[in-house]
C-alpha cells in the first residue's frame, strides 16, 4: 500500500465550500507576513487618531511600552513606521528571534524526541500497547493509546490508525470502524493525554508572551492544563468507546472478509521481536531512573535544587515547574538511547547525534514560521494595540456582563471556526493569545483557563474538516478496505465524532468554570492580578 490517491471529486454544499475557501489559504508563514504588513498599516492608523487605554496600576515600575502617571497605566498606539520602530525591527532583529519562548521549548525537546522517534521506541511502544488486545475492549485501548500517542508527534497517524484497521479486521470486526475510532481519538481528541507534553510547552510559550502583557512576570506553568487534559482522555474515552460499537460500526455492517496475505502480513509486523520487548523494558528502566533523579532534586535533605526555599506556597515549586521541558528532554533522550541500544538502532554516540540533527531538520519548516511569528508578536507588543484591545476589549465585555463560562465558549467556537480554515493549533494560537489572554484576565480568568478552551476548540474540529494535513493520508487508508470511500463518506463517518466531543467539550468548558476546578497544579480558573500587575 501507498500514500497515493487519485483526487477525490470536489465536494458541493457546506463541505465544499470549506474545502474551497481552505485551498486558497496561503501557507501559515505567509499568512503571517500579511498580518505584519496589516499591523503596520494599523498601526500607523491608531497612532495618527490617538488610540489609547488606560487603566489603575499599582506598581511603581510600569511594563515595557506603557507610561505610568499618577496610579494610572497608559498604553498608546505607536507607528511601527516610526524611525524608532523601524531601527528596533532591523537592529534587535537576532534577538526578537532568538529569545522568541516557544522557538527554544520545541528545539530543545524535539532533539530528545527525535532520538525516541528515530531509535523506533515510540513505533514499538504503539504496536506493544494493541497486540493482544481482546475484542471486547479493542475500541476504548485505541482510543486511550490515540490521545497517549500525540507525545510522538505525526507517528500514530502513519503507525495506529492503519495498525486499528487491521487489529479490527483480524478480529472480524469491520476495519473502517478501526480507522474511525483510531482516527477520532489522535485528531479529534488531540487536547486530552494523560500527561502534559510537547504541546503543552509549547502552547503555553505563546500563552506565557501574551500573559506578560499585563503582568510581565507571570511565567507559565507546563503543567497548568494537566487536569483538563486528563479530564478529556477519561470523558472521550467512552464517547469514541459507544460512538464506534454502537453507532458507526452497525452502519457499516458486518465485516466478513477473509484473512489474506497482504494482512496476514501486515498482523506479522505488529509483533514485537525479542528484541523490541527488551528495549521497552530497557526504556521503563530508564524512565524510572529520571523520574526517581528529579524526585530526589525535590526530596534531598538539604539539596533541593527544584525547591525554591525562600518562597512561600505553590510559588516554592515554580523551579520545578521551570524544569519540566528539561525533564522531558532527557526522558526521551535516555529512554530512545536504551532502546536503541537494545534492538541495534543505536550502535554508538555518533548515531544519537545524527538522529538528533535529523529530529531539528524535520522542523526546518517550523523554524522559518517562527521567525515571522516571533516579529509578529513582538511588533504588536511595540504597536501597544494588544494592550489597547485587550483593555477596551474587556471594558465592553464587563459592561455587557457577560458570564466567565460563556466568554470561554465563544473563544472554543472561535477556535473551532479558524480550524477548519487553518490546521496549525500554534499559528492559530499566536495570534489569538496576544488578544484574548490578556482580555480575559483583566476580566478575571486565567491564562490556563482561556488556553484550555482554545484547545478544546482546536480539538475536536480536525475531523470536520477535509483541510486536516493528514486527512488524504487517512483516506488511502480507508480505501484499502472500501474503494469506493472519498472525501464525503470519511466526513460523514468522522461527524457524530466530531459533534460528540464539540458537545463534551463544551459541556467540561463551562463545568470547569462553574464548579471552579483546579486545571492543574497551582492552575485555577480565575485570575487575580498580582500587585505588581494590573490590578
Known sequence: MTAETTRPARQKGFLGFIERVGNLLPDPTIIFIYLIVTLMIVSAIGAALGWSASLPYSGAKPPE?????????????????????????????????????????????????????????????????????????????????????????????????PMAAVLFASVGRHPLAGIAAALAAVSGGYAGNIMPGQLDVLLFGFTQE????????????????????????????????????????????????EVDEELRADLEKGDLSADERRGLRHAG?????????????????????????????????????????????????LTGTVFGRAVGTIKGSNDIIHMMREGVKTIAPYLVFVFFAAHFVAMFNWSGIGPIVAITGAEKLQGM????????????????????????????????????????MLLGISPEMTTAAYRMGDSYTNIMTPLMSYFPLVLVFCQRWDKSMGVGSLLALMLPYALSFMAMGILMVVSWVALDLPLGPHAQVFYQVAAHAVP
Open 65 to 161: 511600552h506603557a507610561e505610568l502617571a499618577n496610579g494610572v497605566l497608559t498604553y498608546r498606539a505607536s507607528s511601527l513606521f516610526s524611525s524608532e520602530n523601524i531601527a528596533r525591527l532591523f537592529t534587535e532583529m537576532p534577538k526578537t528571534y532568538a529569545s522568541f519562548t516557544p522557538l527554544g521549548i520545541v528545539l530543545t525537546i524535539m532533539m530528545g524526541a527525535a532520538v525516541a522517534e528515530r531509535s523506533g521506541m515510540f513505533f514499538a511502544m504503539i504496536r506493544g500497547s494493541l497486540r493482544n488486545t481482546p475484542r471486547r475492549y479493542m475500541t476504548p485501548i485505541i482510543a486511550v493509546v490515540g490521545m497517549v500517542s500525540h507525545h510522538a508527534a505525526d507517528a500514530a497517524y502513519v503507525v495506529l490508525i
Open 210 to 257: 501574551a500573559a506578560r502583557i499585563v503582568e510581565p512576570g507571570w511565567t507559565m506553568n507546563p503543567l497548568g492544563n494537566w487536569y483538563f487534559i486528563l479530564g478529556i482522555v477519561i470523558l472521550f474515552t467512552p464517547i469514541v468507546w459507544f460512538v464506534t460499537d454502537r453507532i458507526v460500526e452497525p452502519r457499516l455492517g458486518v465485516w466478513n472478509e
Open 285 to 333: 528502566l530508564a524512565a524510572l531512573f529520571v523520574v526517581a533523579l528529579f524526585a530526589a532534586l525535590c526530596l534531598w535533605p538539604g539539596y533541593t535544587p527544584f525547591i525554591d526555599q525562600k518562597a512561600e506556597g505553590p510559588i516554592r515549586l515554580q523551579p520545578l515547574y521551570g524544569s519540566i521541558i528539561a525533564a522531558l528532554f532527557l526522558l526521551f533522550l
Open 401 to 440: 456582563g457577560l458570564p466567565a463560562p460563556l466568554l470561554l465558549v465563544c473563544v472554543l467556537l472561535l477556535s473551532s471556526l479558524l480550524d477548519l480554515f487553518i490546521g496549525s493549533a500554534t499559528a492559530k494560537w499566536s495570534v489569538l493569545s496576544s488578544v484574548v489572554v490578556p482580555m480575559f
